[in-house]
């Protein structure tokens, strides 16, 4: 299993680009969010990759974070979605655009993807609901392993705008939901909600909002 490639960007395809690790280009498909990001071609590059083997093919795709590699895995589980299908709602809202459209059983976001239809969008939803919190708090887990750009090696450019710590931070208020006693799928909506409503807030400010939300109305 290839998991992750280093090396220099030697070209850009319009959904591809090949990197050159120790004399081999390896070619990596890429979504278009992902490809707006990577440097120019000569620059070192770093992409988390996951590997399809089928008898006939073999193909990496390439994600700037372990955390959006972990929902192209959990939406490829989905019954109608391939490689293609998943690369284009990975494009489209991100790996934490796409973590909160499920938190919130929010499928027309996910049908947003081109490509993605109301049946497939529902099934999507339907079936990585109840993942959602156990990825969304896994991706706090993975930004601090990986540092503030796993998805880079060198000074490579600059990476999108801000995925990291917003993880980090939906992460670490899920964990203070749950020590309050609230149940999972409670905490992850109310997080999830006040994620998108206030992106760039900080784990504090966000845990606060997320318990404004999960206050007795009336």
């Given at each position: ?10 070209h ?12 081999v280009g390896?070619i990596?498909?890429?979504?278009d969010?992902?490809l ?13 990759t996951d ?8 193909q ?10 972990e ?5 490829m ?8 299908a998943?690369?284009a ?16 059983g929010?499928?027309?976001?996910i049908?947003?993807?081109p490509?993605?239809g ?6 999507v ?8 919190p156990?990825?969304?708090a896994?991706g ?7 540092g503030a750009a796993?998805a880079?090696?060198g ?5 999108p ?7 980090a931070?939906?992460?670490?208020a899920?964990?203070a939901l749950g020590?309050l006693?609230?149940?999972p799928?409670?905490?992850v909506?109310a997080?999830a909600?006040?994620a998108?409503?206030?992106p760039?807030?900080?784990?504090p400010?966000l845990?606060?909002a ?9």
């Open positions: 299993m290839i998991g992750r490639i280093a090396g220099r960007l030697i850009r395809g319009p959904d591809h680009v090949m990197i050159d690790v120790g004399g390896y990596v498909q890429v979504s969010r992902t707006t990001g990577l440097p120019p071609v000569g620059e070192a590059v770093a992409l988390y590997l399809l083997v089928r008898e006939d093919l073999l990496l795709y390439g994600f700037p974070t372990m955390l959006e590699r929902w192209h895995r959990l939406l589980g989905v019954q109608g979605i391939g490689a293609k998943s690369m709602i990975l494009g489209t809202l991100g790996a934490e655009g796409v973590g909160r459209a499920i938190a919130l929010d499928w027309n976001t049908k947003a993807a490509g993605v109301p049946k497939i969008a529902q099934r939803v339907n079936e990585l609901k109840g993942k959602a156990g990825v969304m896994l706090g887990t993975m930004v601090e392993a990986a796993p880079q090696a000074p490579v450019g600059t990476a705008p801000r995925p990291a710590p917003s993880a931070a939906q992460a670490e899920l964990s020590n006693g609230y149940a799928a409670d905490a909506q997080v909600r006040a998108n409503e206030a760039e807030v900080d784990t400010e845990i606060r997320a318990l404004k939300l999960l206050a007795p109305k009336g």
